[in-house]
């Protein structure tokens, strides 16, 4: 399994980006797409998952600025980050889980940088 992230860039604060992740196969094998964010010094940490039912969740520090979403159709997630600040620099890496095992599955990462 092979997932691609993609969408990152430089952008000022309040700036907005959407990230995309392109797996190989159907997304709707996975339990659960997530994408996680780790910045310099920092350990890696969630920022949102949805399920294969489409259920979501994220962490509170980006509640109300970023979504997560889904398009089956086109085996992505995206995340949609809105009034970026600039805590939100890291690299951010998507990852997909399939039960039972669990097998994880990861991708490369795209670098999210806010900067004035």
């Known amino acids: 399994v092979q997932l691609q992230a993609s969408g990152g860039g430089s952008v000022q604060p309040g700036g907005s980006l959407k990230l995309s992740c392109v797996a190989s196969?159907?997304?709707?094998?996975?339990?659960?797409m997530g994408w996680y964010r780790q910045a310099p010094g920092k350990q890696r940490e969630l920022v949102a998952i949805i399920s294969n039912m489409g259920s979501t969740n994220v962490v509170d520090s980006v509640k109300g600025r970023f979504t997560i979403s889904r398009d089956n159709a086109k085996n992505t997630v995206y995340l949609q980050m809105n009034s970026l600040k600039p805590e939100d620099t890291a690299l951010y890496s998507c990852?997909?889980?399939?039960?039972?095992?669990?097998?994880?599955?990861w991708g490369q990462g795209t670098l999210v940088t806010v900067s004035s």
């Open positions: 196969r159907r997304i709707s094998s996975f339990n659960i």
């Open positions: 990852n997909a889980v399939r039960y039972p095992g669990p097998d994880s599955y």
